[in-house]
């Protein structure tokens, strides 16, 4: 499988910004400094398990 | 006037104390929040800043050095005053263990603010995070708060004056240590966030290729040893690198913007920093600029973007005040804040978005 983590990265950038800039780039520095560069990932990167819990326990601790 | 400042160096807390509240005036203060030299007993300064304020919350930490309008300082207290026009609502909570789950800290915020933190509007609020400069735990706390949260919170690591033995954060009669306080307040003013460091990204890479992030220590970088790696990219000698940290550290570099993480020595063939970070980040060497006309510049944009400054939180790393008074700049620096009710000090480690050196990060009043 492919792509799964620039959806969830996608999805997770959009919950937290809302369409805001600002907050975006906020966003992606949270994700680089947790180990995720939101820049590696393509809809052709391969679905690395350990990279789509940890965005699955990002977005369930944002509520 | 919402914001009024107050300093002393007297070196007697009760006189201290008794000097600031005598600056402070009649002023109605909602919020103190103060930052007092390490030479202070902290049980007793943090007691007795409360009980002079006994309508506000106060809340503070202790220094490698203060800032207040105007002025670069030692051995003293500084606070800032604020009333329920500049500051319509303050929670201020501890974090009494460093290892602990933070999930109480942010319960009490949402029952005071009515919201759940995932709500807060980061223009509406803006928390102050002041954690102890020697826990090492910085980055840790960082990121939990802002997995539950997009409020920004801007802050900077206690300072106990080079001693590196123990530093301390107070909250409402209270010191700590292995503690944070964390405080989130709701402005009746706008404001903004600064991140200044005076560096611009080289050229040259670090891929972090191996890393133990406990221990902020960086392994390998690009597949080589790190010592070896950082020294080729300065172009020197392992031996000489050390001589280059502090005008060349390392950063993360995000749309051009660089988040400092400064080296703190050599071991073996890796390297300690001041900072974590993680493996697969790709870090640049970074090359020192100008700290003065850089932090002017960033307070001209920060007046410009809110249409005036009526007070400034600095939270400026002690390896710039270092070189401040290693350049004799320090009455320059000082003096870049002589206009606006200002306090701050010299930190142990900066705090916005994540954790990060050799920088000063602020929080600005209109």
Redesign the interface.
Known sequence: MAGKIKQMIDAFVNQRAQGNSVLEGVVKIKLILKGIDPKMYTPESEDDPAIIAKLNELMHDFK | MNIKTAFSVKTDIGDVVKDIKSQLGDFAANLVVFFASSAFAPDVIARSMNEAFPDAETFGCSTAGEIVTGKMLSNSVVAMAFNRHAIKSAKVETLEDLNADSHKVFDSFERHFNK?M?KMD?KQYVGIILIDGLSGKE?RVM?RI?????V?FIGGSAGDDLKFAKTYVYANGKSYSNAAVLAILEPGVEFSLVKTQSFCPLQKKLLVTKANEANREIIEFNHKPAAVAYAEALGTSVADAPNHFMHNPVG?V??GEP?VRSPQQIKGDSMLFYCSV?????LSLLESTDILNDTKRALEMARSELGGISGIINFNCILRTLELRQKRLTTEYGELFADTPTIGFSTYGEQY??HMNQTATMLVFR
């Open positions: 759940t995932a980061p980055e990121d802002g997995d539950f949260t997009n920004n993360l995000f749309e988040f993680k493996e697969g980040i790709e978005i994540g």
